[in-house]
């Protein structure tokens, strides 16, 4: 998606927002050190693991609500061309969240106004444990735009990602919103209290990981086409993991907020009320 | 014999009501003496295999509750025990599908609409509130709406600033529908099986972290026909000194610090509320008439909360009695924080209480010494 966009194009997602931040430009000292809570998060560790952001790139978010972020993934497009940016808004959610009702309402605006909206759905196949076919009574996703156009695209093709994403740009800017479904997988549980296992076989998890693994699709391709040796292609992972492990390690040592950071950016503005602690008559602070 | 008499009366007649607050009398059976524990979570389950099993007209619905087992596996063993007319999983669209359990309820139905949180009901608020809590009274009677809306509530442990808010306050601001709030096991278990069978609108605020608890049950407790009444708290522990009231996994809290207190000569007295709407103002004010001081704590956001209604409730009533200034202990006034750290001051501690019941014990010195 970033190969066929910019910048100064938008991107917002729900709460599995940890790559979407690091592919935005994010780095990864930051993205552990908010999982982990600490200062030099992205989100200064008061947001966590679904909230992280990155305005300067156009990043807004991390929401953990679903389906909330398409409606104001439609917002940003408005805005964009309310102030004639020619730039264009994608708006990630789950086949979980394609049922949402506000998905439907913002779309609807959104090809009245023609905004430049572009709603992704990463049809992953399983809504935390609900495999789509038992929440969604039309589970092509890319048909449920009705009168918005749509295109079905092999999510785990990154050079087919990138086509479409750069056809759905053009398109989003020239004539208003259009849908994207990107058909992908995913491997491991809902969450750190899902094991992923009792909805589905391991068989399938293992099948899907053996034939569209994107980055083995990538990397047979690369091999196909000289671009690199298999030696070359393991000490660059190599060097990765190493990359990784070091972010980790510092992203340990970075400290926690410190305690004034509870009562911090509550508001823009906050006219210099007070706001408060657990006991207020212990722990209080005017907001600036 | 007690418990089918109950059934057959139902809530909804008075006769019933009245059963449903009489205590099996000589019941023939010989109890153990062992106290048996059982967690939150197998209370709330026994309590929806029951309500369910004793009448056909009780459903639950929610995202992942059958196929799953619940997403806190609440209703385990549910779905293969009364099968998927009557254990339903929803999309997740919970404006969608609560308004198809109030709308099954005004034809009759009893059904139990099951928040994977209550940050959640905030898509579906209109309509527990326009659609569920007012319709008895638009209609002259007319449409009574016998559902049930519960799930977690309140802060789990590092979920952040959209998954951490405590709703009982919103609720509770809202004439036509109950707001119930177990603590213990039993509570679990005699509010949960009450809320099903009441004919109005019931929100019922479980806590995540309590689940896994695990409490002593009586063998009453744990019959068939258990049901505690609502709209009355329970005192759990007698004092003298202070009133501390607090509800959910703030009662665990104000027990730990009426321990602290005791230590230094306090005797505090812990009420759990049990029911926030309706709030048990009897037995707020006869105990504060009975100790001048009154703490009051939870977990949500200080203004408009729960503590500022129960402050008013003894003001009303018993302002003559208070000996000191009412203090409040609640959640910080800010969205919840993520940073184990700052998460941690959020929320309210043991020590906040031990605190605050410490300065409504004092404040009897004289103004000049704290000028």
Not at chain 1, 47 to 56: P, V
Not at chain 1, 95 to 120: M, Y
Not at chain 1, 139 to 148: E, F, I, L, M, T
Not at chain 2, 119 to 124: H, I, L, P
């Amino acid at each position: 998606m970033e190969a066929a966009i910019t910048r100064s194009d938008s991107i917002i997602t729900a709460y599995r927002d940890h790559c979407t931040y690091l592919a935005r430009g994010g780095d990864l000292v930051s993205a552990f050190a908010e999982l982990m809570g600490r200062e030099g998060g992205c989100s200064r560790g008061k947001g966590g693991s679904m909230h992280f952001y990155k305005k300067d790139a156009n990043f807004y978010g991390g929401h953990g609500i679903v389906g909330a972020q398409v409606p104001l993934g439609c917002g940003l497009a408005f805005a964009q061309k309310y102030k004639k940016e020619d730039t264009c808004t994608f708006a990630l959610y789950g086949d979980g969240a394609a049922n949402q009702g506000q998905l439907f309402e913002a779309l609807n605006i959104s090809a009245l106004w023609k905004l430049p909206a572009i709603l992704v759905c990463e049809n992953n196949h399983y809504g935390m444990g609900t495999a789509e076919w038992r929440a969604a009574k039309s589970p092509a996703y890319y048909k449920r735009g009705d009168y918005v156009p749509g295109l079905k695209v092999d999510g785990m093709d990154v050079l087919a990602v990138k086509q479409a994403c750069k056809f759905a740009k053009d398109h989003a800017v020239a004539n208003g919103p259009i849908v994207l479904e990107m058909d992908t997988y995913r491997y491991h549980g809902h969450s750190m209290s899902d094991p992923g296992s009792t909805y589905r076989t391991r068989d399938e998890i293992s099948g899907v990981r053996q034939e569209r693994d994107p980055i083995e699709r990538v990397r047979k391709l690369i091999y196909a086409h000289d671009l690199a040796t298999a030696a070359e292609l393991k000490d660059m992972e190599k060097e990765i993991r190493k990359d990784v492990d070091a972010a980790i390690a510092k992203a340990k040592e970075i400290s926690m907020p410190d305690a004034s950071e509870l009562f911090t950016n509550v508001y823009k503005k906050g006219f210099g009320v007070e706001s408060f602690g657990p006991d207020r008559k212990e722990m209080r602070a005017t907001l600036p | 014999m007690l418990g089918v008499a109950r059934r057959r009366l139902g809530s909804g007649t008075v006769l019933g009501q009245l059963m449903q607050t009489l205590r099996p009398a000589a019941a023939p059976r010989t109890y153990s003496a062992a106290a048996k524990e059982i967690t939150v979570r197998e209370a709330l389950n026994s309590a929806l295999d029951e309500e369910m099993s004793a009448d056909p007209s009780v459903f639950l619905m929610g995202e992942e509750v059958g196929e799953y087992q619940g997403a806190y596996k609440i209703s385990k063993g549910l779905l293969d025990k009364y099968g998927p007319d009557r254990v339903l999983d929803t999309p997740i669209t919970e404006a969608g599908f609560t308004g198809i359990g109030v709308g099954a309820a005004y034809h009759g139905l009893r059904p139990i609409v099951e928040f994977m949180t209550f940050n959640f009901s905030m898509q579906a608020i209109d309509h527990i509130i326009n659609s569920a809590a007012k319709s008895n009274y638009m209609s002259a009677g007319q449409i009574s709406v016998p559902i049930v809306f519960r799930g977690p509530n309140g802060a789990a442990a590092g979920v952040g600033a959209q998954h951490s808010q405590c709703y009982a306050a919103w609720y509770a601001h809202v004439p036509g529908l109950k707001v119930l709030t177990p603590y213990s096991a039993e509570d679990a278990r005699g509010l949960l099986k009450a809320a099903i069978r009441d004919p109005d609108p019931v929100v019922f605020l479980e806590n995540e972290l309590l689940y896994g608890e695990s409490f002593p049950v009586s063998a009453e407790a744990l019959d068939s026909s258990f049901c505690l009444p609502i709209g009355k708290a329970k005192i759990e522990r007698q004092g003298k000194d202070v009133t501390i009231t607090a509800f959910s996994k703030m009662v665990g809290y104000a027990l730990q610090a009426a321990d602290i207190l005791a230590k230094e000569g306090i005797s505090a007295e812990v009420i759990n509320l049990r029911s926030i709407r309706p709030l048990d103002r009897a037995a707020i004010n006869a105990s504060v008439r009975k100790t001048n001081r009154l703490v009051t704590v939870e977990e949500g956001f200080p203004q408009h909360g729960v503590g500022a209604e129960i402050c008013m409730a003894v003001v009303e009533d018993s302002f003559e009695y208070l000996d000191a200034p009412v203090e409040r202990i609640a959640g910080a006034d800010v969205p919840m924080p993520y940073a184990a750290n700052l998460e941690r001051m959020a929320v309210p501690q043991v020590e906040d209480i031990v605190r605050a019941a410490k300065r409504a014990c004092y404040r009897a010195v004289p103004m000049a010494a704290t000028a």
